[in-house]
């Protein structure tokens, strides 16, 4: 079916000017755009959004990083999009991550690793309502 994910362009990938780079491939995985917007997150606004890892060791270091320069967020609309976006990213740590995926081309470390993408239906539901409003959405 036809779904929805949501995106995130981490800031490594836009302090290195690869908003195009990582957007070419997640089309060319057959992911279609249907809203982004380039923005400064707010560390209340990382806090909430990773408010799952809060007690990891690595929380306050990952909202840092997150907030420490501008972010795309996306929606994407595809065939089984949490998959194909989960797919094309590859691995949460570029070491392990395949040939041919987002993170294994541009990720620079496990926290570095250019790109977030929803692990379930459900997380991208939420996280979609997190950054867009239901009109800046457009299929
Ligand atoms: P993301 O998909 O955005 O979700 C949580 C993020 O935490 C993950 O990608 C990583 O970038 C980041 N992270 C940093 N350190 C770790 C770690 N040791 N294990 C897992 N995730 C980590």
Redesign the pocket.
């Known amino acids: 079916a036809v779904t929805r994910t949501f995106s995130?362009i981490?800031p490594d990938a836009t302090r290195r000017n690869l908003t195009g780079g990582v957007t070419k491939m997640l089309e060319d995985a057959g992911l279609r755009v249907v809203a982004s917007k380039r923005i400064q997150m707010t560390k209340e606004q990382a806090e909430g959004f990773?408010a799952v890892?809060s007690e990891?060791?690595?929380f306050n270091?990952?909202v840092s990083?997150?907030i420490s320069g501008p972010v795309v967020v996306q929606v994407l609309e595809g065939e089984d999009a949490v998959k194909a976006n989960r797919d094309i990213m590859g691995a949460?740590?570029p070491a392990d991550a395949a040939e041919g995926t987002i993170r294994k081309t541009y990720a620079e470390?496990?926290?570095?690793?250019s790109?977030?993408?929803s692990?379930s239906d459900e997380n991208a539901k939420i996280e979609i309502d997190y950054f867009f409003k239901p009109e800046e959405i457009v299929g």
Do not use: Q, W
């Not at 470390?109 to 690793?113: G, K, L, Q, Y």
């Open positions: 995130i981490k990773y890892h990891r060791p690595f270091d990952l990083f997150m949460t740590n470390s496990i926290e570095a690793n790109v977030h993408g692990d």
